[in-house]
Nanobody
Framework: QVQLVESGGGLVQSGGSLRLSCAASGRYRYAMGWFRQAPGNEREFVAAINWSGGSTTYADSVKGRFTISRDNARATVYLQMNSLEPEDTAVYYC????????????????WGQGTQVTVAS
């Protein structure tokens, strides 16, 4: 069992930056992912990272703008978001799974409550 708590969301102007954090509890070695969901849309994959941090994967829409990282000593995963666009507006969710990284929501067993990111044009 793992509990996840996201933070760092907010309102930012187009072109700005935000850093999301996800604090995790639990003893197991989890791969971690970030997903987002805009109103009326399905939850979509953003980025994922394996336990060691040596393997990452990104959605095409955020490649080159977002960076996922983790600090296992602090049991925290980060999502650095740069060059934000209004299309990035969504609730961002942190998720955890045992095993390798995955880019589909059903692959993740544990989810945080989400944090709102709003990008104003």
């Amino acid at each position: 069992q793992v509990q996840l708590v996201e933070s760092g969301g907010g309102l930012v102007q187009s072109g700005g930056s935000l850093r999301l954090s996800c604090a995790a509890s639990g003893r197991y070695r989890y791969a971690m992912g970030w997903f987002r969901q805009a109103p009326g849309n399905e939850r979509e994959f953003v980025a994922a990272i394996n336990w060691s941090g040596g393997s990452t994967t990104y959605a095409d829409s955020v490649k080159g703008r977002f960076t996922i990282s983790r600090d296992n000593a602090r049991a925290t995963v980060y999502l650095q978001m740069n060059s934000l666009e209004p299309e990035d507006t969504a609730v961002y969710y942190c998720a955890a799974r045992l095993g390798v990284v995955a880019d589909t929501a059903p692959a993740y067993a544990y989810w945080g409550q989400g944090t709102q990111v709003t990008v104003a044009s």
